[in-house]
């Protein structure tokens, strides 16, 4: 059981580059969701979805784009990458409904640098 | 804006020693309460969670945290630290007041000294 897989683990772009991160889960989780750690700020919530077809924001969303076509994935894209989106980034899932009853499962992270 | 406060960013005790980290929530309705821990380029993985049934929890590897309503905490507590609990530990809360989504705090480092 791979739980949630994420790849690339490390990634280097220049400014302006465009890339995907990809995020697949094999728990048949209704919820998804992306966040970006950051030193002194913890995780925070990019984008998320509760189902395939539906994706909302989170707190963070600006130059980052989702989509959720199937179950199982749910990419991050960057459009136009910029140093400010350095950081490690999270995908976590887990099954729908109340976010207090149901915990997140965490990939292991890819790190990017944009320079 | 709902928040989760973190009392100090670096935490060091000696091994044996208490391991205290502190974390503290606003919410005016009952919150779910976590504690998430990650270890060097690892993701994180849950500690302990506070789902109302009862106010003391306990967790893994040896890991408690006391729900403190009147003091809107949920410290997180060790009796005698190892040289393995160095790590980064997350507290994190979830209610209706904050969307159904998991809202973490800035993090606490943990260092054991031998």
Redesign the interface.
């Known amino acids: 059981n791979a739980g949630?897989t994420q790849t690339p683990k490390f990634q280097v772009l220049k400014t302006g580059q465009s890339m995907t991160l990809q995020c697949a889960q094999d728990m048949n989780h209704e919820y998804m969701?992306w966040?970006r750690q950051d030193p002194?700020?913890?995780?925070?919530?990019i984008h998320?979805s509760v189902g395939a077809g539906i994706t909302d924001q989170?707190e963070v969303p600006n130059g980052y784009n989702v989509s959720r076509s199937t179950t199982e994935d749910f990419p991050l894209r960057l459009l136009s990458a910029a140093p400010s989106q350095t950081s490690v980034y999270?995908c976590?899932s887990r099954t729908g409904g109340?976010?207090?009853?149901n915990?997140?499962t965490?990939?292991?992270?890819s790190r990017l640098t944009v320079l | 804006a709902q928040s989760?406060t973190?009392l100090g960013?670096h935490v060091s005790v000696s091994e044996g020693a208490l391991v205290l980290l502190r974390c503290n929530y606003s919410s005016s309705v009952p919150?779910?309460l976590?504690w998430y821990v990650q270890y060097p380029?690892?993701?994180?993985?849950?500690l302990l969670?506070y789902?109302s049934a009862a106010t003391l929890v306990k967790g893994i590897n040896g890991f408690e945290a006391e729900f403190k309503k009147s003091e809107t905490s949920f410290h997180l507590t060790k009796p005698s630290a190892h040289m393995s609990d160095a790590a980064e530990y997350?507290c994190a809360v979830?209610?209706w007041e904050?969307g159904?989504?998991?809202?973490?705090?800035?993090?606490t480092i943990l260092r054991v000294k031998s």
């Open positions: 949630v969701s966040y002194g700020m913890g995780l925070r919530l998320y989170g999270f976590a109340n976010a207090g009853a915990v997140l965490f990939g292991a992270g | 989760v973190q960013s919150p779910y976590f380029n690892q993701g994180l993985q849950l969670k789902t997350f979830t209610s904050y159904n989504k998991l809202v973490f705090g800035a993090g």
